[in-house]
């Protein structure tokens, strides 16, 4: 069966450490893997996109990894700070035919950096 | 990127009735997609929506619970039918901006008691 794994539903770091973020697939082939950060009663917000063809992304803080032979993508903030707490929400570009893609999302893991 | 207004933010509906939630886009867009996020839960997708189209419905989701309308472009509802306590989710729609994610509107909370 198709799975997405975020591997940690909740993780604390220390202000300032970086915070490594990890997502999983199976069984799937995605053209496009998204992270998106949703703050509780939001929606999500799109931060970063990566192609197939791509192995890092950079944005500012943030640095997205991509492996498709692992089927993994690794999600960095550095110099994290308390207003980086959020959930974070790895999501795939899945093409569903007729030139249409569908996002599909794994669960997320919630971000907590303590001062 | 694209800027989506959606409501009702929130509401508290009696069992067997129906709400419709409106999301209003501030460009025209092909495609629209309705969102279910459960408590704790992630978000699962319920249907696609072209303007002139039926919607394309997912697995689990039906067009008689989950009634899709696209009159133009740039606007589109979801009525939720007939509700039970299972139906209590978040709401939400989306559009894609090419190169830019997804776009999402802030969500529609409802409580069904």
């Known amino acids: 069966s198709q799975k997405i794994e975020q591997n940690s539903e909740a993780l604390n770091i220390q202000e300032g450490k970086t915070a490594t973020l990890t997502c999983n697939y199976t069984n799937y082939s995605p053209a496009y893997l998204q992270w998106y950060r949703q703050d509780p009663g939001r929606g999500p917000v799109f931060l970063l996109l990566i192609r197939e063809n791509e192995k890092e992304k950079r944005k500012e803080r943030l640095k997205v990894t991509f492996d498709t032979t692992l089927k993994q993508s690794l999600f960095h903030i550095t110099a994290s700070q308390p207003a980086d707490s959020a959930t974070y929400l790895c999501a795939l570009d899945i093409y569903s035919g007729a030139g249409s893609y569908q996002l599909t999302f794994g669960k997320g893991t919630k971000l907590s950096v303590i001062p | 990127s694209a800027v989506i207004s959606q409501k009702p933010s929130r509401d508290i509906c009696q069992r067997g009735t129906s709400l419709t939630i409106q999301c209003q886009v501030d460009?025209?867009?092909?495609?629209m997609f309705w969102y279910r996020q459960q408590p704790g839960q992630s978000l699962t997708l319920i249907a696609t929506a072209n303007q002139g189209s039926e919607a394309t419905y997912e697995s689990g989701f039906v067009i008689d619970k989950f009634p899709i309308s696209r009159p133009n472009l740039t606007f589109s509802t979801l009525t939720v039918s007939n509700m039970s306590p299972e139906d209590s989710s978040i709401y939400l729609c989306?559009?894609?901006?090419w190169g830019e994610g997804y776009t999402f509107g802030s969500g529609t909370r409802l409580t069904v008691v």
């Open positions: 989306s559009v894609e901006v």
């Open positions: 460009s025209q867009v092909t495609m």
